[in-house]
């Protein structure tokens, strides 16, 4: 299976739109692989708190639109990254799409886990409730978005939904980027998952973004990582891996927590 992780640059001097046209020239070039990924809020960039009213969209609002197609003309499974998606009837949303080779939606992600303490996104956007799968030929995606890759119960949930390939949309802080890559081989190993990781480059409202995204294998072993700017991380790999490695070393099979609700005394 053939991946390409694009670590998208999202600067002020850009505007949406014309950041929009370029990216869905980005996943075009894509064509011959089987997945693309795309980060989070790359439209307007995750920290850039007072641009999320301002750009946010119906789910079927322009970025759906261009991402569908792109995807289409690509003929590529497409983790489109996220939006801030406007609900008519309810608050914000930190929302994932996942695009068909035929550009049909194949899945929406309400990120759970809001940044914040209290502020920013964590009070701007409404929480997610769902845990989402996505199933392709080869393998079975779990969705998840930044801040969710350190509560490792979500990964636990997506692995019991068969989830064989974990994917992480992030716009993960310069500052905090030793977390970045630790959390994500620790999410890979304990779940026997391949992961995916992909995020912004660039400065968002100030903010210098980590980039650096990452391919871990089920054994922990990086198998790709971009550096600090805008790049595309193509990798290929062997998603039987992830049947072999939980067969060879079952440690899944003797979890002991969390399988049962405890008994009453």
Known sequence: MRASVIQIAVNEDESVEARRRRVAALVREQAGADLVVLPELWTTGAFAYEEFGREAEPLEGPTYEAMAKAASDAGVWLHAGSIPERDPDGPL???SLVFSPSGDLAAAYRKIHRFGFDKG????MGAGGELVTVRLPETTLGLSTCYDLRFPELYRG?????????VVSAGWPERRRSHWTLLAQARAVENQSFLLACATAGTHAGVPQAGHSIVVDPWGEVLAQAGAGEEVLTVEFDPGKVAATREQFPALKDRMLGLQPPRRP
């Open 158 to 166: 997506l692995v019991d939904a068969g989830a064989e390939t974990l």
């Open 93 to 95: 949303y930190n929302t």
């Open 121 to 124: 996104e964590a009070v701007l």
